[in-house]
């Protein structure tokens, strides 16, 4: 299985089978950090960290703080696409496998701006 990304119709497949997608928040200027799985029933979202708190960012009452980050398992069935958009008021979308984090410009070789990116499971 491999993670391709979609953004202005250009479409990169990654090699990977496990991810981390981390984002700054906009308001509160918290990064946030989502780690994924790639299955062939779709796109699982295995564990969410934050770094904070507040501004519609509150972690679950079941997270708990390890290393300043709230951690918590989200329970939810494996998604067939994700689609990101961008606020440009934070930075760009990072994306972690492999021990690098790229931004989703970087990927896709082009601009992201305020197109959406869809992620979906791919052959």
Known sequence: MSLCLISAGVTKTLAVAAFTLVWTHSIEHIDWQEDW????????????R?????????PPPEARLVDDWFVWQPHRAPMPEVVLGN?????????????????????????????????????
Not at 37 to 48: F, H, S, Y
């Open 37 to 48: 799985r790639v299955t062939p029933q779709g796109l699982e979202l295995i564990t969410a």
């Open 50 to 58: 934050v770094k904070g708190s507040g501004a519609g960012m509150e």
């Open 87 to 123: 606020s440009g008021k934070a930075g760009e979308w990072r994306l972690c496998a492999n021990g690098t984090c790229r931004t989703l410009s970087k990927i896709l070789g082009h601009d992201v701006g305020p197109h959406t990116t869809t992620m979906r499971a791919c052959e």
